[in-house]
Nanobody, 124 residues
Framework: QVQVVESGGDLVQAGESLRLSCTASGLTFVLYAMGWFRQAPGKEREGVSSINWSSGNTIYADSVKGRFTVSRDSAKKTLYLQMNSLKPEDTAMYYC?????????????????WGQGTQVTVAS
């Protein structure tokens, strides 16, 4: 059984940094992608970043390029999202998800396993 758990959300000031973590237990697929998504109140969920777990290839939403960095620790089976220069518009619930048999992608249909989310609030 796959379990995905996020952590690290917090209330920060604009310009500050935050690192989110995501542990995914039970993943036995040779090929899969992990992704970070976010959903702000009244808005649709959007892809933030995704990484091909095997190759390390990554993609980012235009809104976070140059500020956010996704990485993984294969030994710890942990995914990270380093968020720098945070803006109030980054405020959202951040979700981690796993997409079996997939390369890096923002196609939500491919993500079969989701965490409960961790709240990030950026005050101006």
């Amino acid at each position: 059984q796959v379990q995905v758990v996020e952590s690290g959300g917090d209330l920060v000031q604009a310009g500050e940094s935050l690192r989110l973590s995501c542990t995914a237990s039970g993943l036995t697929f040779v090929l899969y992608a992990m992704g970070w998504f976010r959903q702000a109140p009244g808005k649709e969920r959007e892809g933030v970043s995704s990484i091909n777990w095997s190759s390390g290839n990554t993609i980012y939403a235009d809104s976070v390029k140059g500020r956010f960095t996704v990485s993984r620790d294969s030994a710890k089976k942990t995914l990270y999202l380093q968020m720098n220069s945070l803006k109030p518009e980054d405020t959202a619930m951040y979700y981690c998800a796993a997409a079996p048999y997939s390369h890096e992608t923002f196609s939500e249909d491919l993500y079969k396993y989701w965490g409960q989310g961790t709240q990030v609030t950026v005050a101006s």
